[in-house]
């Protein structure tokens, strides 16, 4: 089963991107959710891939709820001719946060991402990262963006 998915990975020139915001208690998603799904497409677009994206979706308590969201980006991607969904899950320091509207690096705790192969729905790999010191200088969309693409860069490898 391996070999299988790592053959379908191969040949993956098509990923959708979906962020899962991690912050309890929140129910608006994040200017930072949003700047770091973009700067992920961006960099896979860049590397000359097809890129789709599936809506940013709020982590919640109940399993079920969470399940039925990755089987619908699943089955939306499926049907979009995609090849993988690659989700990121964004792990929020805080619920709340003093500008929940502006694109901050120093709301990100940490980032884990799952990839997908969107036919069978199996997850084959993984990974996670930290955005490291955050400090003036990159508390903002330029900081969010490096990390993002950092992200997208270890991702992108796992597809080669």
Do not use: H
């Amino acid at each position: 089963m391996a070999f299988s998915l790592s053959a379908a990975f191969a040949k993956a020139s098509s990923v959708s991107v979906q962020i899962v915001q991690n912050n309890p208690g929140q129910e608006k998603v994040w200017a930072t959710s949003e700047f770091f799904e973009q700067s992920m497409i961006d960099y896979f677009f860049d590397a000359g891939r097809i890129v789709s994206n599936s809506p940013i979706c709020i982590a919640s308590d109940d399993d079920e709820k969470n399940r039925k969201a990755l089987k619908a980006a699943l089955i939306e991607n499926n049907d979009g001719g995609m090849d993988v969904l690659v989700r990121v899950e964004l792990f929020f320091k805080k619920s709340k946060s003093a500008a929940p509207d502006v694109p901050m690096l120093g709301n990100i705790d940490k980032v884990e991402w799952k990839i997908y192969d969107v036919v069978t729905g199996l997850e084959s790999l993984g990974g996670e990262s930290v955005p490291g010191k955050v400090t003036s200088s990159n508390d903002n969309e330029q900081g969010i963006a490096k990390f993002a693409s950092m992200v997208a860069k270890k991702v992108s490898s796992s597809l080669e």
